[in-house]
């Protein structure tokens, strides 16, 4: 059975940092990705990475302040998010993709973590 088990959510001032953790189980995948959700808003892409290669794609609003990693060996990918601002508040969920390349659809991801909640104060 397939499972994708995000940690490391909670509140942080702005400008702040927060590390996210998505551990997955039960199969490895080729793409792993971030998703966030504000309150009253879509479902919108993050960042995304490769498993072979390491190749990554982030979404503009983060580019410069998110970096998306991963660790093979334990199946498990991070998001390092610095320079935090209100506006990143959001619920944060890891997707897992069976596919080759980068998506940045939701439509695209099979598999989908809890989420874990972001919030950024002013």
């Known amino acids: 059975q397939v499972q994708l088990a995000e940690s490391g959510g909670g509140l942080v001032q702005a400008g702040g940092s927060l590390r996210l953790s998505c551990a997955a189980s039960?199969?490895?995948?080729?793409?792993m990705g971030w998703f966030r959700q504000a309150p009253g808003k879509e479902r919108e892409f993050v960042a995304a990475i490769r498993r072979s290669g390491g190749s990554t794609a982030y979404a503009d609003s983060v580019k410069g302040r998110f970096t998306i990693s991963r660790d093979n060996a334990k199946n498990t990918v991070y998001l390092q998010m610095n320079s935090l601002k209100p506006e990143d508040t959001a619920v944060y969920y890891c997707?897992?993709?069976?596919?080759?390349?980068?998506?940045?659809?939701?439509?695209?991801?099979?598999?989908w973590g809890q989420g874990t909640q972001v919030t950024v104060s002013s």
């Open positions: 997707a897992a993709r069976v596919g080759l390349g980068l998506g940045i659809g939701q439509h695209e991801y099979h598999y």
């Open positions: 039960g199969r490895t995948f080729n793409i």
